[in-house]
Nanobody, 124 residues
Framework: QVQLVESGGGLVQAGGSLRLSCAAS????????MGWFRQAPGKEREFVST????????DYADSVKGRFTISRDNAKNTVYLQMNSLKPEDTAVYYC?????????????????WGQGTQVTVSS
């Protein structure tokens, strides 16, 4: 049974930082591209960042470039999202997802497994 469990969300002031973690089990983690998506109240889920199975390729939404960094530790079956200079518009539930093809993707429809999400709230 595949499980993706996010952690690290919380309440932070604008300009602050958080690091999200997503621990994977039940799959061969090193074969999966991983992604982070988010969904704000009343809005559709949107792409945030993705990383290939080796970590050698990453991609970011324009809205988070230069502020967020995705990384992974295949020995720990974990993907991270370091979020700096947070803004109120970053407030959302953040989800991690696993993509079997391995390259990662900006398209949420291509992901095979999803976590339950972790809430990030940025106050102004």
């Amino acid at each position: 049974q595949v499980q993706l469990v996010e952690s690290g969300g919380g309440l932070v002031q604008a300009g602050g930082s958080l690091r999200l973690s997503c621990a994977a089990s039940g799959l061969t983690f090193s074969r999966y591209g991983m992604g982070w998506f988010r969904q704000a109240p009343g809005k559709e889920r949107e792409f945030v960042s993705t990383i290939s199975w080796t970590g050698g390729r990453t991609d970011y939404a324009d809205s988070v470039k230069g502020r967020f960094t995705i990384s992974r530790d295949n020995a720990k079956n974990t993907v991270y999202l370091q979020m700096n200079s947070l803004k109120p518009e970053d407030t959302a539930v953040y989800y991690c997802a696993a993509h079997l093809v391995g390259w990662g993707s900006t398209n949420d429809g291509e992901y095979d497994y999803w976590g339950q999400g972790t809430q990030v709230t940025v106050s102004s």
